[in-house]
Nanobody, 127 residues
Framework: QLPLVESGGGLVQPGGSLRLSCSVS????????IGWFRQPPGKEREAVSCISSPDEDGPTRYANSVKGRFRIARDKYTVYLQMDSLTPDDTAVYYC????????????????????WGAGTLVTVSS
């Protein structure tokens, strides 16, 4: 098991920023591709971004709807999602997920290839 924990969600005004974090206490995530997914109210889950395992040197991916506004980054223990220029359409529960020694391929990016999931953190963009 990999007990992923997301943090950093909350209420923000349109145009504002938030930074989400995904980590496992005291555990390196270097061997995992990490994806961020979100589920808006009443809608299906969708991929937001994915960063490959550094050991595998794969791509970083972004959904078209967040390109230029969101940025994914990682250090040894945490994967971050910097979210800028937020709009009400970004309101959702955000989940991080992990796939061992993976490269954010289509199967990972769909969510099907992700092996471990966090419980999610709520992001609400509203004035």
């Amino acid at each position: 098991q990999l007990p992923l924990v997301e943090s950093g969600g909350g209420l923000v005004q349109p145009g504002g920023s938030l930074r989400l974090s995904c980590s496992v206490s005291g555990f390196s995530l270097d061997q995992y591709a990490i994806g961020w997914f979100r589920q808006p109210p009443g809608k299906e889950r969708e991929a937001v971004s994915c960063i490959s395992s550094p050991d595998e040197d794969g791509p970083t991916r972004y959904a078209n709807s967040v390109k230029g506004r969101f940025r994914i980054a990682r250090d040894k223990y945490t994967v971050y999602l910097q979210m800028d220029s937020l709009t009400p359409d970004d309101t959702a529960v955000y989940y991080c997920a992990a796939a061992f020694l993976s490269v954010c391929n289509d199967n990972d990016y769909s969510g099907e290839g992700m092996e471990y999931w966090g419980a999610g953190t709520l992001v609400t963009v509203s004035s």
